[in-house]
């Protein structure tokens, strides 16, 4: 498993070319690493559950029981699901650059609610727009 601060490079970096459904996977694998660090950090086990047929939603389902905050990135995991279907389906279709771009957006979203709730106890209130994740930015 990649550090968190890997992936929040590899999601900065150029996707893989050529193959969208290779790119999506990517996409969704990077989601799912972040999940698995919540967990780690939280002296728990990543499930290799499915929910709905997806891991990323079973891990985020177990990330979230004891922390209601937690729940604020549900939607985010469920739109990481979505646009992946959405390009694996048809990779062919001319809106799937737009697509993986919108992908590579959430994932990133992800990241930085997750990588901040690590760093700032509370913060799924605010998620990624926190003012302790911006003023760490800058």
Request: charged share 25%; proline share 6%.
């Amino acid at each position: 498993m990649r550090s968190v601060a890997d992936i929040g490079k590899a999601l900065d970096a150029p996707l893989p070319e050529g193959d969208p459904a290779a790119a999506a996977l990517f996409l969704l694998n990077s989601g799912e690493e972040i999940l698995e660090h919540w967990l780690s950090a939280h002296d728990k086990i990543p499930t290799d559950e499915l929910k709905e047929g997806f891991r990323i939603l079973a891990l985020h389902r177990q990330g979230a029981k004891g922390d209601p905050s937690f729940n604020a990135c549900r939607e985010t995991a469920r739109e990481l699901v979505y646009h992946y279907n959405l390009i694996v389906l048809n990779p062919d279709h001319e809106d799937t650059p737009n697509r993986l771009a919108m992908m590579r957006l959430v994932a990133n979203h992800l990241y930085l609610f997750v990588s901040g709730k690590m760093e700032v106890a509370g913060l799924g209130e605010f998620c990624c727009s926190s003012k302790p994740i911006r003023l760490n930015s800058v």
